[in-house]
Structure formats: C-alpha cells, structure tokens
C-alpha cells in the first residue's frame, strides 16, 4: 500500500471516530436539553461564496422542546456533509441559537464535549498531513469524503463556562466581521509572482498568458513604489454571519459581565435560562464603512497605510 493510501485509511478511521462522537455528544444533549432556541437559515447557493447577500431570509424559529427542535438540534450538531450539487460545500451551514442543559449535567457535557474537540484536532491534523497548501489537501479530501464540508468538520461548540448567578441577556445579530492582514512587500511580490506561476488561482480564470504577464509586470511596479517606510494592508469584509453576544451576572456585581461574544456557527449551550432574548432577524444588505486608504491592488483587497 502506497503512503498516500495509508495516510487516507488514516483519515477515513479519523472520520468514523468523529462522526460516532458527535452523534453520542447530540444524543446526550437531545435528550437533556430544557429549552432550545434556534433558527433555521435558508441553504447557501452554489458559487455564492465569495459574494455579500443582499437579504437572508430565516426560514423558521424553534422555541421550545419538541420531537422538531430536537431532530433540527441534532442536525446542528452532527451535520458534516451536505449535497455538493444542491448547496455551497465552500462555506459551512450555519445553526444560530442556544440549547439549556440542566447545572448539574456541565461536567458531563465538558467531558463530552472536549472529547470531540479532540476528535476533530486528530482529523484535521490526518487531513493535512502530506500536503503542503490548501488546495491539495481540499482536493485530496473531496475524492475519499466527496460532500464533507471541512469547516463544519472541525468547529467545535462552545459553552458558558463561567458559574454565574444569572444570565441577564442572549443578543443575535448580523456582522460582516473586518479582518486587516499586514503584507511585507518581500511577501507581496512573491504572492504576485507565485499567482502567475501556478496559474490555480480564480483571479487567473478566462485570461491568455500574455494579459497575465501584463498584469503581473503593472501589480510588481505598483508594489514597487510603495516606500520602505509604508505598509501594506489587505482590509477585507468577511461574509455576513449570525454573532451572539452573552451578558450575565454575580449577585454582587453592579452591572452586566459579557460572558461571550462570538459567531453562531452552532447553539451555545448553557446551564440556566436567559432572562430576555433579543432574537435573530431578517438580514438586509448594509454598506461597511468607506477604507479610506489608497488602493494599491484592487483584486487581492491591498491599501497603502
């Protein structure tokens, strides 16, 4: 047997592992949970990844405990893959909401629950292992797990650790999150010049060698110009995505502690009941803020700081 055929046995034993404690963990929290409250989002469409929605739409709302919930809950929990001809396999779904277990069962639950975080370490770790970017170790994946979703692989759910005497609030909201990345000019070139190079890249897409060769020698003398003693930034907006914010409190504290602030990839789980919930609604396009820096390279998001 070849390396590559047992480094993916490897991965395969990983996943089987994974899958079968995630179902023990959603078990365990299906069958325990006291109240849920989540929101189901309409399905991603094919080659939208890269886009900003002009509206999401929230397709339904549990609130409460019923045979529904649960089996939706259960999903959250223990969906890795989806059907790559009718959804987006690029970006994973997304389950906002929170499920309360009872006190006395966090132990129980941390215990669970980090035995899977672990479990999900292990598969990333195999599924990496061998390659040296991104690509390979997408396309290897996809030809023994075809409709495995990587991200919703190795997100791992969160909880509110803190003992706390009362959780005041649970806030829903959208955001499209700003994420800034310095770029040595050393790097920039080499980023340029290893675009063209591997010619993989979607940027690369419908243009001749020639138009590429233009364009890689105008990006390296814009580079060019940019002083030693300027930086260069990428500011990009990511995708819009529901964010949850947890606000609670000591019987001795004068105001509210933020216990957690985070996307709602997945329900957060607590261990007593929220007194108010300001619920999740539908999204509406909204502009970010204006990056008033000068534009170096429009395509890779680059400014001159």
Avoid at 71 to 90: D, G, M, R
Avoid at 189 to 218: H, M, P, S, W, Y
Avoid at 266 to 282: D, G, T, Y
């Amino acid at each position: 047997m070849s390396n590559r055929a047992t480094l993916n046995s490897y991965i395969l034993i990983n996943h089987q592992r994974l899958v079968k404690a995630l179902d023990e963990l959603a078990n365990f929290v299906c069958e325990n949970a006291s109240f849920i409250h989540m929101y189901r989002l309409p399905n991603l469409p094919l080659g939208a990844e890269d886009e900003q929605p002009e509206s999401i739409e929230i397709k339904y709302i549990f609130d409460g405990i019923d045979q529904q919930s649960k089996s939706f809950l259960k999903q959250a929990i223990t969906q890795l893959e989806i059907n790559a001809f009718e959804e987006n396999t690029y970006l994973a779904k997304r389950y906002p909401g929170l499920v309360v277990l009872p006190p006395l069962l966090k132990d129980a639950f941390r215990k669970l629950n980090e035995r899977v975080s672990s479990l999900r370490e292990e598969f990333y770790a195999s599924v990496k292992r061998g390659f040296k970017n991104r690509q390979s170790v997408h396309e290897n994946l996809h030809k023994i797990l075809p409709n495995l979703v990587l991200l919703s692989a190795v997100r791992n759910i969160r909880y509110v650790e803190q003992d706390i005497d009362e959780l005041a609030s649970v806030n829903f909201y959208w955001l499209s999150k700003k994420m800034v990345k310095h770029v040595k000019h050393e790097s920039a070139t080499e980023i340029i010049n290893d675009g063209v190079a591997k010619l993989r890249n979607k940027d690369c897409f419908g243009l001749t060698n020639e138009e590429l060769l233009i364009r890689q020698k105008k990006e390296l003398e814009l580079i060019s110009r940019v002083p030693k003693s300027s930086s260069i930034v990428e500011i990009r907006y990511a995708r819009v995505q529901p964010f949850i914010d947890v606000w609670g409190r000591n019987e001795s504290d004068s105001r509210n502690t933020k216990l957690l602030g985070l996307n709602a990839s997945l329900p957060v789980i607590m261990f007593s009941m929220p007194h108010q919930i300001k619920q999740l609604c539908n999204y509406n396009y909204k502009a970010p803020k204006k990056i008033n820096l000068p534009v170096l390279i429009h395509r890779k998001h680059w400014y001159v700081k």
